[in-house]
T-cell receptor, first 116, second 111 residues
Framework: GAVVSQHPSWVICKSGTSVKIECRSL??????MFWYRQFPKQSLMLMAT?????????EQGVEKDKFLINHASLTLSTLTVTSAHPEDSSFYIC????????????FGPGTRLTVL | SQQGEEDPQALSIQEGENATMNCSYK?????LQWYRQNSGRGLVHLIL?????REKHSGRLRVTLDTSKKSSSLLITASRAADTASYFC???????????FGKGTRLSVIA
């Protein structure tokens, strides 16, 4: 099956710094990638939808200036958490879809962010 | 916004017993999917059922879908300790929209 990787798998940073998380589709080209956030013992919440070459669509309540998403190629999307604060500590999971009107989203293994 | 609501929120059973988890959703859907997540790990796709299907099987898993009641159930038969995980349902409104996840059921299978 299709593989999606994330890097880093975990990161610890100081409050006020920015952190970039990469999401790559390893063996397929993803027209659309999605970013989710999961707090401990909670479900996945969709943050944004990212289409290659265009601006991301953010879900209500997600600050686009704080969570910068770039989808510069069909195999790479990045999420940058700017000026991170402890409340941004979470598990960030990306997923990728092969093509329009396909059912399957392939999920990455997640990135655990801890902001001190 | 959350689309699905699972119940129970937590379930504890003995090894060998069956586990049933339910999911309800609010709007029309294109398909519904079930995922498993071990603690602190990524998601594992279990099964996808389309809106025109009523039941699907995969190994020890059985999924039903009742679109009239906007609900689905996941049955795991002959559970094993390794089935201990959180289980989420996720729905897609259309083939183009992202999956929206329910709150999940935490299953504990005691050996």
């Amino acid at each position: 099956g299709a593989v999606v990787s994330q890097h880093p798998s975990w990161v610890i940073c100081k409050s006020g710094t920015s952190v970039k998380i990469e999401c790559r589709s390893l063996d397929f080209q993803a027209t659309t990638m999605f970013w989710y956030r999961q707090f401990p013992k909670q479900s996945l919440m969709l943050m944004a939808t990212s289409n290659e070459g265009s601006k991301a669509t953010y879900e209500q309540g997600v600050e686009k200036d704080k969570f910068l998403i770039n989808h510069a190629s069909l195999t790479l999307s990045t999420l940058t958490v700017t000026s991170a604060h402890p409340e941004d500590s979470s598990f960030y999971i990306c997923s990728a879809r092969l093509a329009v009107n396909t059912d399957t989203q392939y999920f990455g293994p997640g990135t655990r962010l801890t902001v001190l | 916004s959350q689309q699905g609501e699972e119940d129970p929120q937590a379930l504890s059973i003995q090894e060998g017993e069956n586990a049933t988890m339910n999911c309800s959703y609010k709007t029309s859907i294109n398909n519904l999917q079930w995922y498993r997540q071990n603690s602190g790990r990524g998601l594992v796709h279990l099964i996808l059922i389309r809106s025109n299907e009523r039941e699907k099987h995969s190994g020890r898993l059985r999924v039903t879908l009742d679109t009239s009641k906007k609900s689905s159930s996941l049955l795991i038969t002959a559970s094993r300790a390794a089935d201990t995980a959180s289980y989420f349902c996720a729905t897609a409104l259309t083939g183009n929209t992202p999956l929206v996840f329910g709150k999940g059921t935490r299953l504990s299978v005691i050996a």
